[in-house]
């Protein structure tokens, strides 16, 4: 999280604003980045500190990601069955809200398809790592046993559709016997909680040019979710994402973003 150096100083402060929920100058974001820089160890306290974070976390894990810089990391092409994405690290064990870390996490990765995402809420994966070394078994055993936190599947959506139009409708079965139905429009990112039921049956109907990568020519899909701390992720933004930086417009979409989970 503190790997800008003065020659990315530049071009990384209009970056790290498309992630803020309200328009910083560039002369704030540096003097924001030359004041954790002094102190990495510090953990965020204020919101406002804390929304700064996720967004420098954001930008750093899309570096990362990005051919050309360091060891681009390679994700797997989406696929029938879910994959999973585990994320790790300082905002995912001090974050104070699950669904602001499962934003940055799509917003740095904007994985496609059907995705599982987990966080390492408990800063455990280096340890497990370390076992796995000695025994393999001991270190599948801690990671079976609740090591990772389950937020929730994540339906990435891909196709053409008008802003703001119909993209999916969805029927929610809980455990108990409820039942819940919702609709999700193009351009937006929203989530079904499922109130920590231990199984969910899912049914997606997809409108328009609306589809699932990895389930091209499906219409309707049945899914299965099981344990998930948030529920079911409905991402109908597209890819690539796509922000403005110092707008208005860009400031106000994240804090729609950020308000998802309230809805």
């Known amino acids: ?52 974070q996720e967004a420098l976390t954001c930008e750093a894990w899309r570096m990362a990601l990005r051919p050309g810089w360091g060891d681009p990391i390679e994700l797997p092409l989406p696929t029938r069955s879910p994959v999973h994405l585990v994320a790790s690290g300082g905002i995912v064990v001090h974050g104070p809200s699950l669904w602001r870390i499962a934003l940055t996490v799509l917003n740095a990765v904007e994985p496609e398809g059907l995705v599982h995402l987990w966080i390492d809420r408990a800063g455990l994966l280096a340890q497990v790592g370390a076992l796995s070394a000695l025994s393999r078994d001991a270190a599948r055993s801690l990671l079976q046993s609740d090591a990772l936190c389950h937020l929730g599947l994540a339906v990435c959506l891909a196709g053409r559709a008008s802003q703001g139009g119909k993209a999916i409708e969805v029927e929610l079965r809980l455990a108990d016997g409820t039942i819940r139905r919702t609709i999700a429009a193009w351009g937006s990112i929203s989530v079904v909680h499922t109130d920590g039921s231990r199984q969910v049956t899912a049914i997606l109907r997809l409108q328009g040019g609306i589809y699932v990568p990895g389930r091209e020519g499906e219409r309707v899909l049945t899914l299965t979710l099981e344990n998930a701390a948030l529920g079911l992720i409905l991402d109908c933004r597209g890819r690539p994402l796509t922000a403005q930086v110092h707008s208005d417009q860009a400031s106000a979409r994240v804090r729609t973003w950020l308000a998802a989970s309230d809805q």
Do not use: T
């Not at 503190?2 to 498309?18: F, H, K, L, N, T």
């Open 1 to 52: 999280n503190s790997g800008w150096d003065d020659e990315r100083y530049a071009v990384d402060a209009q970056a790290i604003v498309r992630w803020m929920p309200m328009m910083l100058s560039r002369a704030d974001v540096l003097n924001r980045l030359a004041s954790r820089h002094e102190r990495m160890l510090a953990i965020a306290q204020s919101d406002d500190q804390i929304l700064f």
